[in-house]
């Protein structure tokens, strides 16, 4: 996936969703720290976006997720259309360490912004250690993966990861042990 894809999704997300600002929860949320040029194949290899539209109704959350897979999911015209479709997605999807919120990554630019009134849509995506967390608690291959190669390139720190991991709910502490151990044996090589 590239940039202007990430743009795009986040643009149609919030004019599905009726909404100023979504959150992008999966790997492609990596796109809003660092340009596809500068990341390695596997953390570009996705062709879904996911999109938290969040509220403090979680049955809100819910219902914007199904209709984002309605409009723009896989095998949508969207997704024909575009080569790349959205996944709607709600707050128990991701695990995600105590903070995350304040480091959020605002993208808002010319392409987030409503092609028909210029409305400013803001795509807010994880911070990348975040995000790296979040993916070791998951601890799928195409996950160690992703985050083995942010590692690899110096684009995260395996210190600040293992900060994340220890900062993650402790309903979670059992998936975060496992990701710290995976992370420390990558720093023992």
Known sequence: MRQDQLWHAIRAACQIAQVNDVIIVGSQSILG????????????MSREVDVWVRS????????HAEMLAAAAGEWSMFDQTHGFHI???????TIL???WEDRLVAVENDQTAG?????R???WCLEP?????AKLCAHRDKDRAFVLGLINLGLVSTAIILER?????AAHAERAQVARRWVQAIRRG
């Open 33 to 44: 720290s660092y340009r596809e040029d500068d990341l390695p194949e596997s953390a570009t």
């Open 56 to 63: 403090d109704i979680a049955e809100e959350d819910r219902a």
């Open 87 to 93: 996944d709607g997605v709600d707050g128990t999807t």
């Open 97 to 99: 360490p105590r903070g």
């Open 115 to 119: 092609t028909l009134h210029g409305e």
């Open 121 to 123: 849509h803001t795509g």
């Open 129 to 133: 250690h975040d995000l790296c967390a």
């Open 165 to 169: 991991l220890d900062s993650v709910d």
